[in-house]
C-alpha cells in the first residue's frame, strides 16, 4: 500500500508521464539506431525544431486562456517572407526582424480583436487568419523570388554559435524560460489561467477575461513572428506553404505536455517537452529508415493518444487528491476523538 501511495503520488505530478515516455522512447531508439545520440544529430534536429519550440510558446497561453490560434503555422510563414523580403532589398538585418516580428503581432492584432471584441469564435477567426496569411505567403513568393539575401549579419541572427549551440537555440531557451516566469509567477499569468479556467468566476473576481486573452493573442503572435525571422535566417530561403502543418505539431505537442484543451491548466516547459517528444520520435523514425510520409499520421494519433492520458491522469489525480483529503480528515477525527 505504502508502494501503491507512492506510485500515484509521482503520478499526480504534473508532466511526470510525458517526461517517463520521453526517456523511454530516447532509450529505445538509441538501441535502434547508432545514429540518434550522436550530438551532431541531436544538435540538428533540435535546430531545426527552433520555430516550433517559439509558436508553442505562444499557442500554450491562448490555449490555457481557453481559445485556440490555428494561424500560428501560416503566420511564421509569411513572417519569414516579409523578414526575407526586407533583407534582400538591402535593409539593414535589424530592420528585417522588426518588420518579421510586427507581421506576427499584426495578425495577432486581428485574432485579438475578432475574438475578444467582436466575440467571434476563436476556431473561426483563426481558420480565417491562416488562410489569409497562408494567401499572403503565396502572393509574395509568386511576385519575389526569395532565394536568398547576400546580408551575412541576417543569416548570422540564426546561425552564430556558442557553447556548442547556435544562437536560434539560445534564443528558444530564453523566450521558454522568460515566458514560463510570466505565466507562473506575474499577475498576467494567474489572470491568464483565471480566464481558462471559468470566464464568470473570474469576471466575479474582477478579472477582465476580454484583455487577458487579447494578451494571449499578442503574444502568440508574437512569437509566431519571431520564429519566422529565425527560420528566414536559418534556410535563406522562402517557399510558398513554408511552414505549413506547423499549427498541427504545436497542438500535438501542447496537447502531449498536458496542456488542456479545455483550458485553465498547463505550463510551457511541459508543451515544450512534448514537443521535443514529437520532434525526437519524427528524427528517430527517420534515423531507423520510416517513411517520412507517416510522420504526419503519427502526430495526428500522438494528438488522440495525448488527450486521453491527459484526461485518464488527471481525473486520477483528482480521485487521489480527493482520497488523501478524507483519509487525512478521517485521521484527525480519529486524534480529536481519542483525545
Known amino acids: 500500500m505504502k508502494n501503491q501511495s507512492k506510485f500515484s503520488k509521482m503520478i ?17 531508439f538509441s538501441l535502434k539506431a547508432d545514429s540518434f545520440l550522436i550530438p551532431d544529430s541531436i544538435r540538428y534536429y ?13 499557442l500554450t497561453f491562448v490555449i490555457i486562456a481557453g481559445g485556440i490560434d490555428l494561424s500560428i503555422g501560416a503566420v511564421l510563414g509569411l513572417s519569414a517572407g516579409t ?8 535593409w539593414p538585418f535589424w530592420m528585417a526582424v522588426i518588420v518579421g516580428v510586427l507581421t506576427g503581432l ?5 485574432n485579438a480583436v475578432f ?11 483563426t481558420l480565417g487568419t491562416l488562410n489569409i496569411a497562408a494567401g499572403a505567403l503565396t502572393v509574395l513568393t509568386d511576385q519575389i523570388q526569395l532565394t536568398g539575401t547576400k546580408d551575412t549579419s541576417f543569416k548570422r541572427i540564426s546561425g552564430m554559435n556558442f557553447l556548442g549551440l547556435t544562437s536560434s537555440i539560445w534564443i528558444a531557451l530564453i523566450i521558454v524560460v522568460v515566458f514560463e ?7 498576467f499569468g494567474r489572470r491568464i489561467f483565471a480566464t481558462g479556467i471559468g470566464q464568470v468566476p473570474a469576471l466575479i473576481s474582477g478579472i477582465n477575461t476580454q484583455r487577458s486573452k487579447f494578451g494571449a493573442y499578442l503574444i502568440s503572435g508574437g512569437l509566431a513572428g519571431l520564429g519566422g525571422v529565425l527560420l528566414a535566417s536559418h534556410l535563406n530561403s522562402v517557399q510558398s506553404g513554408l511552414a505549413g502543418g506547423y499549427e498541427l505539431t504545436a497542438i500535438a505537442g501542447a496537447v502531449l505536455g498536458g496542456v488542456s484543451l479545455a483550458g485553465g491548466r498547463g505550463s510551457v516547459w511541459r508543451a515544450i517537452v512534448g514537443a521535443l517528444f514529437l520532434t525526437t520520435l519524427n528524427q528517430g ?9 507517416i510522420f504526419q499520421i503519427v502526430t495526428g494519433l500522438c494528438i488522440l493518444v495525448g488527450v486521453v492520458i491527459d484526461r485518464a491522469v488527471y481525473k486520477f489525480a483528482l480521485t487521489f487528491s480527493t482520497q488523501t483529503r478524507e483519509s487525512n480528515s478521517q485521521f484527525l477525527r480519529g486524534k480529536r476523538f481519542s483525545l
Open 46 to 58: 533540435i535546430n531545426e525544431a527552433v520555430p516550433i519550440f517559439i509558436i508553442i510558446v505562444g
Open 106 to 110: 499584426a495578425f495577432g492584432l486581428l
Open 285 to 293: 523514425l527517420l534515423l531507423m529508415g520510416v517513411d517520412p510520409l
Open 12 to 28: 499526480a505530478i504534473d508532466g511526470v508521464v510525458i517526461l517517463a515516455a520521453f526517456v523511454l522512447m530516447v532509450i529505445f
Open 181 to 187: 516566469l510570466v505565466l507562473l509567477k506575474s499577475p
Open 115 to 125: 475574438t475578444t471584441i467582436f466575440k467571434i469564435n476563436d476556431f473561426i477567426v
Open 83 to 90: 523578414s526575407l523580403t526586407v533583407s534582400m532589398w538591402g
